[in-house]
């Protein structure tokens, strides 16, 4: 799997807010086409965010994605 720098700085960004909740996080390519997924995973169960590869947009992306880890957190029941 090839991940993009903007995944990259996205996926750098999160990681120490799922780690402090007590989850894993991780980036996988989409079978066929499509955009990269973002997973967060607590109490064995996982939700993912679709996870845009533009890299202009990175300080927004990371943003919008600490805001979507947050609610996949909370629907996971690490609130």
Known sequence: MKTTRAGREVLKAIEPVVAKAGGRCWIED???RGHQRLFVEY???SLFTPLSGTPRLVDQAIKHKLADVRRLLAQLGAA
Do not use: E, H, T
Request: proline content about 17%; charged content about 15%; glycine content about 50%.
């Open 30 to 32: 989409p079978s066929g």
């Open 43 to 45: 109490g064995g169960k």
